[in-house]
């Protein structure tokens, strides 16, 4: 089935380690997004890649890192800089990054302990 | 800033009636609105979406209206069932924009009554 495949569905990260959130598509789209969201609020951007070996930060960046090294993977490293860092993470994928519907993953749930 | 609301947190319905849900957006330039369903602990799920040269959008039981005057959108959803028990939200996107600058609203919760 195509689809966005993330893993874990559930991490736990204790302070001061750094964690890395799988997303995979299958889809052949060229774009790809992390967000985060949190009770109560609308879902915030943390970084976007619209092509291989290309990123750029969205709204809340500082404390995260990504790579895309290949078209179906987009990796998200929760870093030990990021203080607040228990939220539930989705990762989204589009066509391109222009004018077209974003498909969400399930999410991954990530709780410091 | 842009902004995009909904006009109620909670909304219960009885099973088999219709449901109207709401959405203000701040943004005049804004010219591209999906809606999304998101059941606890998942994914939101794509639903509809509608472009601003349209005012009315039919699919699979549910219908999306805008009114660009006021700058509203609604999601109507007929004979509404138990699994349409869910938060939903509206996003919009700028005219020229990308799916990086999508603005999401923080989401309606749909309680279908039995």
């Known amino acids: 089935d195509g689809g966005i495949t993330q893993s874990p569905k559930y991490l736990f990260r204790k302070e001061g380690q750094n964690v890395t959130l799988s997303c995979e598509q299958n889809?052949?789209?060229?774009?790809m997004y992390w967000y985060r969201q949190d009770p109560g609020q609308g879902l915030r951007l943390i970084y976007y890649?619209?092509?291989?070996?290309?990123?750029q930060k969205g709204d809340i960046a500082e404390g995260y890192s990504v790579s895309r090294e290949k078209k179906e993977s987009f990796p998200l490293t929760v870093t030990s800089a990021q203080k607040n860092p228990t939220a539930f993470y989705l990762c989204?994928?589009?066509?391109?990054?222009?004018?077209?519907?974003?498909?969400f993953g399930e999410g991954s749930w990530l709780t410091v302990v | 800033g842009e902004s995009v609301g909904l006009h109620l947190p909670t909304l219960s319905v009885q099973e088999g009636d219709n449901s109207i849900i709401n959405c203000a957006y701040s943004n005049s330039a804004s010219d591209y609105f999906i809606w999304y369903k998101q059941e606890s602990g998942k994914g939101p799920q794509f639903i509809i979406d509608i472009r601003s040269n349209m005012d009315k959008r039919q699919g699979q039981r549910v219908t999306v209206l805008l009114n660009k005057t006021v700058k509203h959108l609604s999601l109507q959803i007929a004979a509404t069932q138990p699994g349409d028990s869910a938060v939903y939200f509206c996003a919009e996107q700028k005219r020229g924009g990308g799916a990086d600058g999508l603005t999401f609203g923080k989401g309606t919760h749909l309680i279908i009554q039995p």
């Open positions: 989204a994928s589009s066509i391109r990054r222009t004018g077209n519907t974003i498909y």
């Open positions: 889809l052949n789209h060229d774009a």
């Open positions: 890649s619209q092509i291989v070996n290309d990123f």
